[in-house]
């Protein structure tokens, strides 16, 4: 659970923060849905100064039969002979985030992010690959485009092309739209180039096997060597699973979702995100209050 972020653009810690109908998180969903599908341990990636309010959340809610533990994701956290640069403050993002949890995971795992909701479905798909996982083989979960834009703002998804099921590669794009009726991302130098809304995109819903740690390792490492000095580049996931597919080393298994992701990257979310749980709560796919019975 990448749940480290600083949430700028939310203005407040949105990991934490309520929106089911008895004060329920999105964390609280997330990890409700992966439990019924099967997982049995949460790994928290977080910032230290967020370990006694975040166990102050969540320690007691979660059946006790499930394992939760915390990591953390600090700018220090690096591999033998690097330092940060003094102009550093922004993460290392996503890939890294990763990387700092291989001490506590020795089983096959699946990473999301904390502030989206992903949808009981696409746990379920994810738990299936994930109990007996293809050899040599990982996972991603591909949304359609058009189902993971916010309607308040800009936002970052991995562009994957997919063959025969297979990922062929992932693009990060971190500028994504909805503008003038259509939906466009915006490049480094500004341009905006038209999509479709028909494109698999990835929510960073990926599943992997242990040995995948050696990849982020040599990865991350990579990174260090060419941009460890640009205090704003980041290692993202998406560079990982390309590392992986290029050099042969697995392959990536696209399992597509039929699930509408939505998240809380504004402020305005807030109310779309509270709508859509009640509406949940209404159908029957969620009990009022998550964790009463367990």
Not at 154 to 168: K, N, T
Not at 179 to 193: F, L, M, R
Not at 212 to 219: A, D, Q, T
Not at 247 to 261: F, G, L
């Amino acid at each position: 659970m990448l749940a480290a972020g600083m949430g700028s653009r939310y203005g407040g810690l949105k990991q934490v923060d309520q929106f089911g109908p008895s004060g329920e998180s999105i964390i609280d969903y997330s990890v409700y849905d992966a439990i019924r599908a099967g997982f049995g341990k949460v790994v928290f990636v977080i910032r230290k100064s967020l370990e006694e309010q975040f166990k102050e959340v969540f320690l007691q809610r979660f059946p006790e039969d499930i394992s939760v533990s915390y990591v953390f994701q600090e700018l220090g956290k690096l591999p033998e002979g690097f330092e940060v640069s003094p102009q550093r403050e922004k993460p290392w993002g996503t890939g890294h985030a990763v990387w700092v949890a291989a001490d506590q995971i020795k089983e096959p795992f699946a990473v999301i992010n904390a502030d989206d909701f992903y949808g009981r479905e696409s746990l379920q798909r994810m738990g299936d690959f994930l109990s007996n996982p293809p050899e040599n083989s990982h996972c991603l979960l591909g949304y359609k485009l058009e189902n993971t834009l916010s309607d308040y703002g800009y936002v970052s998804r991995g562009i994957c092309e997919v063959q025969d099921g297979s990922l062929q590669s992932i693009t990060e794009r971190t500028h994504i739209e909805r503008k003038n009726g259509q939906i466009i991302y915006q490049t480094d130098e500004g341009q905006e180039v038209p999509l479709t809304g028909e494109e698999t995109a990835s929510m960073n819903l990926m599943g992997f096997t242990p040995d995948v740690f050696s990849v982020f390792e040599r990865c991350f490492t990579d990174f260090l060597k060419e941009k460890s000095q640009h205090p704003k580049k980041e290692f993202y996931l998406p560079s990982v699973m390309n590392e992986i597919i290029h050099s042969n080393i697995a392959k990536v298994k696209v399992v597509p979702t039929p699930d509408t992701w939505f998240g809380v990257t504004y402020p305005e979310d807030k109310k779309v995100a509270k709508q859509t749980l009640s509406d949940l709560v209404a159908q029957g796919v969620y009990p009022a209050n998550l964790w009463a019975n367990t």
